[in-house]
């Protein structure tokens, strides 16, 4: 064995220790870490001869790249929509890396990791309220969920036309529609070879709305009846988090044949809500639901998931199947992950989501998605009185999307945020909704308390009068 190996063997408890002496500091000082740096680094380009072990390595760390690392899992850092991690999805991840299985099979033919995945699956369908015809699975964030719901979606507009996309190739156009979808579920689109302009737009409901209009949806439907197409709907629109009417969509899925799609990415967890349940009804008609653990959940990078009913699991085999041969039988026995998702090989992403569930239950999950919703509204009701500030769109779930006060206004935002954010206190993002610039605050972590809002209130007060 080479030498630094054997040596980091040998000191394996102290290095431990020392990675834990660190991660606990990191974790305590979360609160008043910067939410940004203006720290740089040169990146080394030769790798040298000699390994320097662990903690040599730890030392450079900590010189070169640990003032980098800002406080995003702390509880300002509230742009684009930033999960954090609680002490339940740390311990979960850390253990994730100690065994190093690879989920794949179930029944004893290796690594059997994956009970571990169906059983966080079986239980996440449970907080969501969803019904157990849904079949489900760990992948890196919601972008490859979307990816690969959208991946079945295309094998099922395929089978509508007779055609088996994943050994043909697509051999004529797919339409998906859908009013405002995520930038991730364009990308996805460009990947699949589906195309990422073959997005029909639906107009949006009127008012200052960013769903679907039903009516407009249906005409659509009504004049193209012939054609299988995939709707994109959103659970959840990054901007002012709007919901499409699910009820709804169920009620024209009786009568028109398309596959439903929810990114439901951080929108989802309305239904944990004991007051935004409603966000979601209906949502159990889908095809295909997509949700993300590294936002609200509050497990680290990366997780997330797909839910794909059983009833397509035969297309899904025959979108993801990992070998030449036909798929025979049905594909739940001799079940293995790889069969049903992008990856082959992967990490048990389910066990930090896992420890979280088993350590909060229902009731934490509830809490932490109850508070942040307190902590937006209480947000948008301090910019709703501020005489600087104004509402983009009404604080519907966890996201706030405001602007300054007047059009003459409007090149002030982004030097305003660049001076915010650049003093390290509280971190936000800039957008543009209804043709208006504005600013995101999103709330999803669980380490938030009221007076983070309230601080960051009067901190934005005072650096729009200049005062700082
Ligand atoms: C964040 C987000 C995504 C992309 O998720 P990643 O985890 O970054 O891949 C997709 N859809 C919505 C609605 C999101 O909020």
Redesign the pocket.
Known sequence: MINQLQKDLEQLGELFHQTQAQSLAYLSGLENRPTSTQHTVEHKKILQENGIGTLGALQQFNKRFEPLMVGSSGPRYWG??TGGTTPAGIAGDWLTTIYDQNPQGLNGQGDVSANVEIETIHLLLDLFHLPSDFFGGFV?????S?FTCLAVARQWVGTQNEKDIAKEGITSSIKVISTTP?S??IKSLSLLGIGSSNVIKIETAKGNRESIDMDALENYFKSNSKESVILLS?A???NTVDFDDFNAIAKLKEKYSFWWHI?A???GFAACSSHRQHLVAGWEGADSI?I?C??WLNVPYES?LFFVKQKHSVLQVETFQNSNAPYLGNPMENFNYLNFLPENSRRLKALPAWFTLMAYGKDGIREIVDNNIAHAERFGKGIEASLQFELLAPVRLNTVCFTLQGEENQEKIKPFLSKLNAMGKVFMTPTIYKERKGIRAAFVNWRTTSEDIDFVLELMCKVIKGHL
């Open positions: 684009f929509v890196t964030g919601a972008t490859m979307n995520h991730s579920s959103s959840g629109t990054v990114d990415a951080f929108g997509t993300d590294h936002k997330a």
